[in-house]
T-cell receptor, first 109, second 115 residues
Framework: QQPVQSPQAVILREGEDAVINCSSS?????VHWYRQKHGEAPVFLMI?????EQKGHDKISASFNEKKQQSSLYLTASQLSYSGTYFC??????????FGPGTRLSVLP | KAGVTQTPRYLIKTRGQQVTLSCSPI?????VSWYQQTPGQGLQFLFE???????NKGNFPGRFSGRQFSNSRSEMNVSTLELGDSALYLC??????????????FGEGSRLTVL
């Protein structure tokens, strides 16, 4: 079952912050985050394993709440290069790997 | 290090035909997975191969099939093409035993148009 992402789209000014949420109705082993720029392949950002850990990648970080089956991606002080579509992918203990529908992020100067 | 290579990049077929897409993973990667990307359905998992064995399969009809060779290169085949098969087909490789729990390295995709 496909995870739910929110919001569907967000528009920011450079320097503003954003949060993208991903939730699943099934127990999760891991959550992956990818960014895809228009016309390009998705690029890996980070993977979070069960345990509620938080990871960071430059000014992009994420958390994973295993009990709530949710993950959030935090983009701090956004840059123009952050524009793209963000996908979360959820791994239900190897039974099924599903990507969310994506969140389109546009960062304006 | 060369990335994931997919061929062909673009192709046009007509309904009822079949198509074969090829994927060469990053050297040393033994896991290859395939995804279909459409504007309406997003990224949908097709199947995953590791050491020539299909490890997982998504919810697609039997017209969609794949295989992996001993050199880890993979092909996917779609038979009896339908208009709805028009999509970007992405291949991803992973250095882990199961790509589903590790970083995926995507190719640029093969864009299929069915007329």
């Amino acid at each position: 079952q496909q995870p739910v992402q929110s919001p569907q789209a967000v528009i920011l000014r450079e320097g503003e912050d954003a949060v993208i949420n991903c939730s699943s109705s099934k127990a999760l082993y891991s959550v992956h985050w990818y960014r895809q720029k228009h016309g390009e392949a998705p690029v890996f950002l980070m993977i979070l394993l069960k345990g509620g850990e938080q990871k960071g990648h430059d000014k992009i970080s994420a958390s994973f709440n295993e009990k709530k089956q949710q993950s959030s991606l935090y983009l701090t002080a956004s840059q123009l290069s952050y524009s793209g579509t963000y996908f979360c992918g959820t791994d239900n203990y190897g039974q099924n790997f599903v990507f969310g529908p994506g969140t389109r992020l546009s960062v304006l100067p | 290090k060369a990335g994931v290579t997919q061929t062909p990049r673009y192709l046009i077929k007509t309904r009822g035909q079949q198509v074969t897409l090829s994927c060469s993973p990053i050297s040393g990667h033994r896991s290859v997975s395939w995804y279909q990307q459409t504007p309406g359905q997003g990224l949908q998992f097709l199947f995953e191969y590791f050491s020539e064995t299909q490890r997982n399969k998504g919810n697609f009809p039997g017209r969609f099939s794949g295989r992996q060779f001993s050199n880890s290169r993979s092909e996917m085949n779609v038979s009896t093409l339908e208009l709805g098969d028009s999509a970007l087909y992405l291949c991803a490789s992973s250095p882990r035993a199961s790509g589903l729990t590790g970083e995926l390295f995507f190719g640029e995709g093969s864009r299929l148009t069915v007329l």
